[in-house]
C-alpha cells in the first residue's frame, strides 16, 4: 500500500547546528504536507507544497518538494530550544477524500 | 473559535469494557478524522468522515466504529477495550484535501 518513508527517526544536535529530515514515497504524491509536535502536544501544521520542486522558506525553515513528487524535505538552519520536537511529513496521494498519510517522525533534540 | 476539542483527556479502562471518545469542531469542516499514535509509529488513521452521514475506514479501523450525524461532531467507540488499544488519540478536521486541525488528544490505558 501507499507508505511514507521518513528519516532519520532520531536527530540530536547542538544549538546552533543545522538539522534535515527527509520524506521518501515510492508512488507520485499529489502534496506533501509538514507537521510539528512539541513533547506532550498536538500535530501542529507547518506547510504544505503541491508543484513539483517547490521550495518555500519560513525563518530558518526551509521545505523543499522532489521534482517528481516523491520525495521532500524539512532543512533548520541554526537549530534553537525552541525546534525541539517531532516533525512529521504527511502525504496526499490525491483521493478525493483528502486521506493524509503520515511518515513516523523524526524527534529533534536540541542540546543548548 | 474553540478549534478541535475532545473529551476526556485522560482515560483508563478494564479490557472489554467500551467507551465513547469524544471530538467537535466548529469550524465548519467538512473532514473528519480520528488517529491514533504509539510510541515509533507516528499517526495511523483509524477512521475518517467527508460531511455528515459518511463515513470510511482508515488504516486501522478494527476495534472502532464511528458515527457522523452531524458536521460538528465525529465520536469514536471502542465496542470492547483491549490492552492493544493503549494509546493517545487525536482528533482533526480540516476542509477536503487542506491542513489538518488537531484536537489536544486522548490519553488512553487500557489494563
Known amino acids: 500500500g501507499q507508505q511514507v518513508m521518513q528519516i532519520p527517526q532520531y536527530q540530536h544536535v547542538q544549538e546552533g547546528e543545522d538539522f534535515t529530515t527527509y520524506c521518501n514515497s515510492s508512488?507520485?504524491?499529489?502534496?506533501i504536507q509538514w507537521y510539528k509536535q512539541r513533547p506532550g502536544g498536538h500535530p501542529v501544521f507547518l506547510i504544505q507544497l503541491v508543484k513539483s520542486g517547490e521550495v518555500k522558506k519560513q525563518k530558518r525553515l526551509t521545505f523543499q518538494f522532489g521534482e517528481a513528487k516523491k520525495n521532500s524535505s524539512l532543512h533548520i538552519t541554526a537549530t534553537q530550544t525552541t525546534d525541539v520536537g517531532t516533525y512529521f511529513c504527511?502525504?496526499?496521494?490525491?483521493?478525493?477524500?483528502?486521506?493524509?498519510?503520515f511518515g513516523k517522525g523524526t524527534k529533534l533534540s536540541v542540546k543548548p | 473559535n474553540a478549534g478541535v476539542t475532545q473529551t476526556p483527556k485522560f482515560q483508563v479502562l478494564k479490557t472489554g469494557q467500551s467507551m465513547t471518545l469524544q471530538c467537535a469542531q466548529d469550524?465548519?469542516?467538512?473532514?473528519m478524522s480520528w488517529y491514533r499514535q504509539d510510541p515509533g509509529m507516528g499517526l495511523r488513521l483509524i477512521h475518517y468522515s467527508v460531511g455528515a452521514g459518511i463515513t470510511d475506514q482508515g488504516e486501522v479501523p478494527n476495534g472502532y466504529n464511528v458515527s457522523r450525524s452531524t458536521t460538528e461532531d465525529f465520536p469514536l467507540r471502542l465496542l470492547s477495550a483491549a490492552p492493544s488499544q493503549t494509546s493517545v488519540y487525536f482528533c482533526?478536521?480540516?476542509?477536503?484535501?487542506?491542513?489538518?486541525?488537531f484536537g489536544p488528544g486522548t490519553r488512553l490505558t487500557v489494563l
Open positions: 482533526a478536521s480540516s476542509p477536503v484535501g487542506d491542513e489538518q486541525f
Open positions: 508512488t507520485t504524491l499529489s502534496n
Open positions: 469550524m465548519n469542516h467538512e473532514y
Open positions: 504527511a502525504g496526499d496521494y490525491g483521493g478525493s477524500q483528502g486521506n493524509l498519510i
